[in-house]
């Protein structure tokens, strides 16, 4: 059982502190943690350019506000992240949703690495998230590398497809779902 100490601590029945309440991530200080710049990991008209681009949804299906999506992929040489100075794509990049929800992100096309199909990793903030959410953006058109993708593959398929973008246009589409029905599947790294 816990109880409060006089100021207003709590405590363990025994009179130790007792575990405090996890925090939730942010809020956010935009002059810190987001930069217009940062959504575009290549300039426009680079040689395998592709937009990721997609809406951040909450468990009752409105769109998120004050997102932080962040997008992690090897370079181009498949060199870890930040591996080859100069290389013109840093493989990083981070977007904040406004009103509407959207995120977007203009980088190079991923690759495949260590037998898996080609993928970005992403990452999200927000109020009201405990711990960063992970998860991956696969290619729809990449139908042959996908299905022989060890983690797509030990999945179910209907969950599968909450990790596959959607094309259009000149755009890959992945929306994501923070919970409900149609939950993103997040990664428990």
């Known amino acids: 059982?816990?109880?409060?100490?006089?100021?207003?601590?709590?405590?363990?029945?025994?009179?130790?502190?007792?575990?405090?309440?996890?925090q939730t991530i942010g809020p956010f200080f935009r002059g810190g943690l987001a930069h217009p710049h940062w959504t575009e990991l290549v300039p426009p008209g680079t040689p395998e350019e592709v937009l990721l681009t997609g809406t951040v949804y909450d468990g009752d299906g409105a769109t998120v506000a004050d997102v932080l999506v962040e997008v992690w992929q090897p370079d181009l040489a498949h060199d870890p992240v930040g591996a080859r100075a100069g290389?013109?794509?840093?493989?990083?990049?981070?977007?904040?949703?406004?009103?509407?929800?959207?995120?977007r992100f203009r980088t190079r096309r991923p690759r495949a690495l260590?037998?898996?199909a080609p993928h970005v990793d992403l990452t999200v903030?927000?109020?009201?998230?405990?711990?960063?959410?992970?998860?991956r953006l696969y290619l729809g058109d990449e139908a042959a590398a996908n299905a022989a993708d060890p983690l797509l593959a030990s999945l179910d398929p209907e969950r599968r497809e909450t990790l596959v973008a959607r094309r259009e246009g000149d755009a890959y589409v992945l929306d994501l779902h923070l919970q409900g029905e149609r939950e993103t599947v997040f990664l428990d790294v």
């Open 1 to 22: 059982m816990t109880s409060l100490t006089g100021t207003g601590a709590p405590t363990a029945g025994d009179g130790r502190p007792a575990p405090t309440p996890s």
């Open 87 to 103: 290389s013109g794509a840093p493989g990083f990049g981070r977007c904040e949703t406004h009103d509407g929800g959207r995120y």
């Open 114 to 116: 260590d037998g898996g």
């Open 125 to 135: 903030f927000g109020r009201g998230v405990l711990r960063r959410l992970v998860t």
